[in-house]
């Protein structure tokens, strides 16, 4: 699922409860990663992290559920990019548009994770 639709679906959902149902839905799909990804563990999630890169291609793993889906999205947001094209997103308003109620400490793991992205 790319970015565009996981924001559509998540903009045509008004119940905070219910999006952060869809995000857990997402971080079910995650593809397994391949053993030929380079991963990196992000430092400043409170939970376990990985985001992993086999080229332009992105994936990634986390101990929790809801953080799995966070990690999903911002893989729709940068997969196939190369890390120029990356650089130059603006990831935090993207993310911000979804209109998330997140906690502060998992704020703080989207924090980590586009500073991870952008510094690749």
Do not use: H, W
Request: aromatic share 6%; with cysteine; charged share 25%.
């Amino acid at each position: 699922m790319n970015f565009n639709e996981i924001k559509k679906m998540l903009n045509l959902t008004p119940n905070p409860i219910d999006k952060l149902e869809m995000v857990m839905d997402f971080g079910k799909k995650l593809e397994k990663v391949p053993d030929s990804a380079v991963c990196s563990e992000i430092v400043g999630c409170s939970s376990f992290v990985e985001i992993c890169r086999d080229g332009n291609r992105f994936y990634g793993r986390a101990d929790s559920s809801i953080v799995r889906g966070i990690v999903a999205i911002m893989i729709s947001m940068v997969d196939g990019k190369t890390a120029q094209e990356i650089k130059n997103m603006d990831l935090l308003s993207e993310f911000q548009s979804l209109n998330l109620n997140l906690g502060a400490g998992r704020l703080n793991g989207v924090n980590s994770m586009i500073r991870f992205l952008q510094n690749l």
